[in-house]
């Protein structure tokens, strides 16, 4: 604990950028005295310090007072609260306010200057923040002693990195909710996942989000300068996507100093930390990046005033007072902030105007415009709101408890998207506002605890579908244990599914793995190094299974034309296609690309493929292979049989009876009748075997014209039974005869149906 002398002045301003330590230091001093208070500019940084010092000092000594929440044991000694929420009417040892560069901001400026002119501990004062306050703190606290507080490590430009290169325990800064979602969305994809901060969450869920990448569970944040200030994390490095921001009026470009405070939540205590650029955000001008790096930013000049001495006789009094001028130079009037906005339109309702008299009810006006707006987006409604507090409150003394149940009936639902769970949320947090006002409502309590369980409700359903919509929850986990070094566990399953560490990173197919979408970088390339050493395994277990499993584990898809037309299939997966061999009859097989099978392996799959494809011809294209063996037999079949059936078995069953005339016009007798009972019948129109007219050989037949051609597919196939189909330029006669359909004009018609009509009308000409 640091030790002051006795003659030290009592107010002290602690300036530096971040990492210096000033918190921690003004907590230590107010913890050495018997009270104190510390002012803060966000409700989540006075919930920090408070469960800090309650571990410190116990939950009896210490409150927490902001605009929705209140915790002020009778015995409290210690007192966080958010820089608007101070009781100042509560006399306190040590006083402390914390970010005073505030005091250059439009809309909340003036409370941090009234802080800084108004707020005084007896024993002594601290304020605390950016060095740039230094000029202007020593014109409006003259008495303060100034103290610069040197950062703890050391924080240097890193350049610019694509999202998918940036380092693990990175912050990636955006200025609108919709361009952190869309960067959000980018490092799903690219980086397994990421939390998400920004301003419109409600506390709970910013913890809640600020936790899980505390946790490891996520590498990597997207964020709004919320992160700027009270909230502390291991962050490494802090890479922008823009360098410039709406204010409410315009986009301007950052400061540097507002750059710094940003940049200065990397790195943390003694360890170093980086900023630089990303995603479509070039390199930093070199003067920033100096600037930053050294912390030397131009001072601030001007800070916002408003009077804090106002005058509740009339309405038109109060308005004249928020009107007075500064007192002194460098000081701005504060115009434009909601309560002030609020009351200007309020002051002009005749329904309201109408009630405002006695000075009371000018004080209850300006109580009710002080409710704030924590949807910043939907300025007509928040008035229409204040303006029914405030008539319920003068005209019924309270609000009405009905009135106040509806209205915050309508908020207690989780269903809905982030955008809509996102405002419920604000909405809750003015009606909680509203509870603590003791004097308004009946049962504050009970009001407070009810719309502290919905904002609870809200915000755990919003950090769900943060993480669900940004978060993959296995590429995090992966990303996990490698950064701990560990190896990855791995396996195949039996249904194909690739695990890495209990999370599917892909699929085997047959012998081909197919990768689902993973990490890229180191993170995604040692996953699929894991992958491959369970595949490793398991595929020359799977190639002897394959090797040994019976005929009816094989199929060729023929069923209809598509993408798997043509699929050697084993179980199902496709592993090889037929093409182009020697003869019609006698197709090669060929794998399909893979990596995976070694030269043995994929010739001992080749080979079982092979023997399948024979026994499946066999099967469907018997009684032409048997053909073909038969006139192998010169005892029996002279040369023209012997022509005959080669030309048959290469047309795939039919061949136009002009085309084999003279084999037909050789035979003999006894060969016609040998070439009968093998199924071949000589018909006027054509040669064709019976048995290939049937719906499966005639998908065969499609398939092996196609194979034969070169063709993926065949032109077309025709209905099942089919006797009858028109003809199609596209395709050849060839074609059509692979089929067993003679083409006659317009249509075709199968050979056997052809025939029967050539026969019927010879019999008619025979018979004139």
């Not at 755990?460 to 070094?485: C, I, K, M, N, W």
Request: charged share 25%; with cysteine.
């Amino acid at each position: 604990m640091a030790h002051w002398r006795a003659d030290e002045p009592s107010v002290r301003a602690v300036l530096g950028p971040t990492n210096t330590g000033k918190t921690y230091l003004a907590v230590e001093r107010m913890l050495a005295h018997r009270s104190g208070m510390m002012g803060f500019p966000l409700r989540l940084l006075a919930r920090e310090i408070y469960d800090r010092v309650v571990a410190l000092v116990g939950a009896d000594a210490a409150a927490l007072i902001t605009g929705e929440e209140k915790r002020v044991p009778a015995s409290a000694r210690y007192f966080l609260c958010t820089v608007e929420a101070m009781p100042l009417d509560r006399p306190v040892e040590f006083l402390a306010i914390d970010e005073v560069q505030l005091a250059a901001d439009r809309e909340r400026g003036h409370v941090f200057t009234d802080r800084l002119l108004n707020a005084r501990g007896q024993a002594e004062t601290m304020f605390l923040g950016a060095d740039t306050m230094r000029p202007r703190l020593k014109k409006l606290v003259p008495e303060a002693e100034h103290v610069r507080r040197p950062r703890f490590s050391q924080l240097s430009h890193a350049g610019h990195a694509k999202l998918s290169r940036l380092p693990p325990r990175s912050a990636v800064i955006a200025f609108s909710a919709n361009e952190v979602y869309a960067l959000a969305e980018a490092m799903r994809r690219h980086r397994g996942g990421c939390a998400v901060v920004l301003g419109a969450l409600s506390p709970r869920t910013r913890n809640a989000q600020v936790e899980m990448y505390q946790a490891g569970e996520v590498d990597y944040m997207v964020a709004t300068d919320a992160i700027g200030m009270g909230l502390n994390m291991d962050l490494d490095h802090v890479a922008f996507s823009a360098v410039s921001k709406f204010d409410g009026r315009a986009a301007r470009p950052l400061s540097a100093a507002e750059i710094a405070q940003i940049a200065g939540r990397a790195g943390r205590y003694l360890r170093d930390g980086t900023f630089g650029t990303s995603a479509d955000l070039g390199t930093l001008d070199p003067a920033l990046i100096k600037a930053v790096e050294e912390h030397h930013f131009e001072p601030i000049r001007r800070i916002y005033w408003r009077n804090s001495e106002l005058s509740f006789r009339s309405l038109s009094a109060l308005l004249h007072s928020l009107d007075e001028p500064p007192p002194a130079p460098g000081l701005i009037r504060a115009g434009g902030a909601d309560d002030h906005s609020t009351l200007l339109a309020l002051a002009r309702d005749p329904e309201t105007a109408a009630l405002v008299g006695a000075p009371d009810t000018v004080r209850l006006l300006w109580q009710v415009c002080q409710i704030p707006d924590f949807r910043k987006t939907l300025a007509e409604a928040h008035i229409r709101l204040t303006r029914q507090i405030y008539l319920h409150l003068m005209l019924n003394g309270q609000l009405p408890t009905d009135w106040l149940a509806r209205q915050i009936a309508r908020l207690d639902r989780t269903d809905g998207d982030i955008d809509t769970l996102t405002s419920r949320i604000s909405h809750i947090r003015t009606w909680t506002y509203v509870a603590h006002r003791a004097d308004w409502i009946a049962d504050a309590g009970g009001w407070q605890e009810r719309t502290r369980a919905i904002e609870d409700r809200l915000s755990d359903a919003l950090h769900e579908r943060l993480t669900q919509r940004f978060v993959d929850r296995r590429a995090a986990s992966l990303a996990r244990r490698l950064r701990e070094g560990e190896d990855l566990l791995a396996a195949v399953d039996e249904a194909g599914d690739v695990m890495v560490e209990g999370h599917s990173v892909g699929r085997l197919s047959g012998f081909r793995f197919s990768a689902d979408e993973t990490p890229t970088g180191a993170d995604g390339r040692a996953v699929l190094a894991a992958a491959h050493r369970a595949l490793a395994r398991e595929i020359p277990a799977r190639a002897a299974r394959l090797a040994a499993d019976g005929d009816d584990a094989f199929a060729l898809k023929l069923e209809a034309i598509g993408p798997d037309w043509g699929d050697l299939t084993w179980r199902g997966a496709p592993l090889a296609r037929l093409t182009a061999g020697v003869s019609a009859l006698k197709p090669g097989v060929r794998l399909l690309r893979t990596d995976l099978l070694s030269g043995a392996q994929r010739e001992r799959v080749r080979r079982r493929l092979a023997l399948w494809r024979d026994q499946y011809l066999n099967r469907l294209a018997g009684s032409l292979i048997r053909a073909q063996r038969a006139v192998e037999d010169r005892s029996r079949f002279g040369g023209a049989a012997r022509g005959l059936v080669f030309q048959l078995a290469e047309a795939l069953g039919y061949v136009p009876r002009g085309d084999v005339a003279p084999q037909v016009g050789e035979l003999t007798k006894a060969e016609r009748a040998a070439l009968a009972a093998l199924g071949i019948r000589l018909g006027a129109i054509g040669v064709y075997m019976a048995p290939m007219l049937k719906p499966a050989q005639t998908r065969l037949s499609a398939h092996l014209w196609a194979v034969r051609h070169g063709l993926d597919t065949p032109p077309f196939l025709p209905p099942p039974a089919a006797v009858s189909i028109p003809v199609a330029a596209a395709a050849p006669p060839e074609y059509y005869a692979a089929l067993g359909f003679a083409v006659l004009g317009r249509r075709a018609l199968r050979i056997d149906m052809a025939e029967r009509l050539a026969g019927g009308l010879r019999k008619r000409g025979q018979r004139g």
